[in-house]
């Protein structure tokens, strides 16, 4: 009997000691740095939130955020390694994804539709009074310029029938409609809102999601060698994420000054278009049907848009 007491003390004490030892271990915190890239204009407006919260030091994960004028500079940092996540044009997603053979994945959608036809007078009132005119815009290569050909096609327009002029800058198409009483631009928010702030005399005269339901503008994009290394980062970011489009949409008047501080528009400008940016984040099988649907409009319509083919299942990052 006795015997049998001293095993089972000593099996009590052993346990004790591998539970004491296992409470003790914490799951060590992964402190590698998320470098997130993103473009002037909404894509960055539904990071508003999480970049100040950043800031602050609020946040469980290390971002390091950098904000950039053209897709064309993001492009090349994710094809060398220099930046991990990427909020890019739709479009571009698909031709980076060929690009680099596989090497990105889509992990939401951020923005959807955006894109608005302005114009001084009330000469434009559909698609098909674009006919003959000349329209002013950014985006050469990417979700604009595709989105708006699709549109023509479905309008029964050709390219020949309008003519496309590329700025660099929105800011320079709102320039352009300004002193020009006859221009038309094409522009996405806030944009478009600085140009109507502006200028008195334009309006909008087109709603492109009016035409194109479906219509998407921008993605998040991660390279899968950081995936694959830290995929519980990238679980977190798709949260804050999140609860950063929820907040700015919510709270508009607060995310506007966060807009106006980290260089994208005025506040006062801000507060007017957050609610037309249609900020968001969309993710697993929702973003993969809407997105492959989008990108297969737009490949029908011209298969260089999406990179010469169509991207194959390992594009889209579901879990």
């Known amino acids: 009997m006795k015997k049998m007491k001293r095993i089972l003390a ?24 998320i470098r997130v890239a993103s473009l002037k204009g909404a894509t960055s407006i539904g990071l508003v939130k999480l970049m100040e919260d950043s800031e602050a030091g609020l946040t469980e ?31 571009l997603a698909s031709t980076l994804y060929k690009k680099t053979e596989g090497q990105i994945a889509v992990i939401n959608i951020n923005t959807l539709g955006v894109l608005y036809i302005l114009e001084n007078g009330t000469q434009i009132n559909s698609i098909a009074d674009l006919k003959g005119k000349t329209v002013y815009m950014t985006g050469k290569g990417t979700v604009p310029e595709f989105a708006f050909k699709y549109i023509l096609a479905q309008n029964g327009l050709s390219e020949s029938d309008v003519t496309i002029e590329f700025k660099s800058e929105p800011t320079e198409v709102a320039s352009i409609l300004a002193q020009d009483a006859y221009a038309v631009g094409l522009l996405p928010q806030p944009f478009v809102t600085v140009a109507l702030t502006q200028n008195e005399k334009a309006r909008i005269a087109i709603n492109l999601v009016d035409e194109w339901s479906d219509m998407l503008t921008g993605v998040t994009i991660v390279r899968k060698e950081f995936l ?92």
């Open 228 to 319: 694959e290394e830290h995929e519980g980062l990238v679980k977190k970011l798709l949260e804050d994420y999140a609860a950063s489009t929820t907040y700015v949409n919510e709270n508009p008047e607060e995310a506007s000054a966060w807009v106006e501080k980290y260089g994208i528009v005025k506040a006062a400008v801000a507060k007017k278009a957050i609610p037309g940016c249609n900020v968001t984040s969309i993710t697993g099988t929702e973003m993969k049907e809407k997105l492959s649907k989008y990108l297969e409009a737009l490949y029908s319509q011209n298969p260089s848009a999406v990179g010469g083919q169509l991207p194959d299942e390992e594009f889209y990052y579901t879990k």
């Open 61 to 91: 994960s290390n971002y390091q955020f950098n904000m950039y004028t053209a897709a064309d500079e993001v492009v090349p940092l994710i094809a060398k390694g220099e930046i991990d996540v990427a909020a890019i044009p739709a479009n």
């Open 10 to 33: 000593t099996a009590l004490v052993v346990a004790m000691s591998i539970l004491a030892v296992g409470c003790g271990k914490k799951e060590e915190k992964d402190e590698t740095a």
